[in-house]
């Protein structure tokens, strides 16, 4: 296993990776009023060991929120939400970057904000 080259530090142009793994996002749908919370920050914190953790699609602005309970990124409430997904992270020397993910026209007006 010497040879191999996963388990070391990389870098990808200013940041500084424990490995080569990267966690691909996953949408769990777990953020209940399209709020990142506690279990989501529990979730990825368990996996700070990765490299690099990609989060699960998160949705800009109301209007792109076409699939219920995934988390936002608009509000004050959703980035403070966000602020404890990435210290859990960082308290244990990961890294995460946002997915942002805009479902555009497959979007249903039932899990749209009234006025999307």
Same mark, same amino acid.
């Given at each position: 296993?010497?040879d191999?080259?996963?388990?070391?530090?990389?870098?990808?142009?200013?940041?500084?990776?424990?490995?080569?793994?990267?966690?691909?996002?996953?949408?769990?749908?777990?953020?209940?009023?399209?709020?990142?919370?506690?279990?989501?920050?529990?979730?990825? &914190?368990?996996?700070?060991?990765?490299? #690099?953790?990609? +989060?699960?699609?998160? @949705?800009?602005?109301? /209007?792109?929120?076409?699939?219920?309970?995934?988390?936002?990124?608009?509000?004050?409430?959703?980035?403070?939400?966000?602020?404890?997904?990435?210290?859990?992270?960082?308290?244990k &020397?990961?890294?995460?970057?946002?997915? #942002?993910?805009? +479902?555009?026209?497959? @979007?249903?007006?039932? /899990?749209?904000?009234?006025?999307?």
């Open positions: 296993m010497s191999y080259t996963l388990f070391t530090p990389a870098q990808t142009g200013a940041i500084k990776l424990s490995n080569h793994l990267v966690l691909a996002p996953m949408t769990r749908s777990r953020a209940i009023g399209n709020i990142p919370n506690d279990l989501m920050a529990t979730y990825y &914190g368990q996996r700070a060991t990765a490299g #690099l953790i990609i +989060t699960e699609g998160t @949705s800009p602005s109301p /209007n792109g929120l076409g699939y219920s309970r995934i988390p936002g990124i608009f509000s004050q409430e959703q980035i403070e939400g966000w602020k404890k997904v990435t210290s859990a992270v960082h308290a &020397g990961g890294k995460i970057v946002i997915q #942002l993910m805009h +479902t555009g026209r497959i @979007s249903h007006l039932l /899990n749209l904000p009234e006025g999307a």
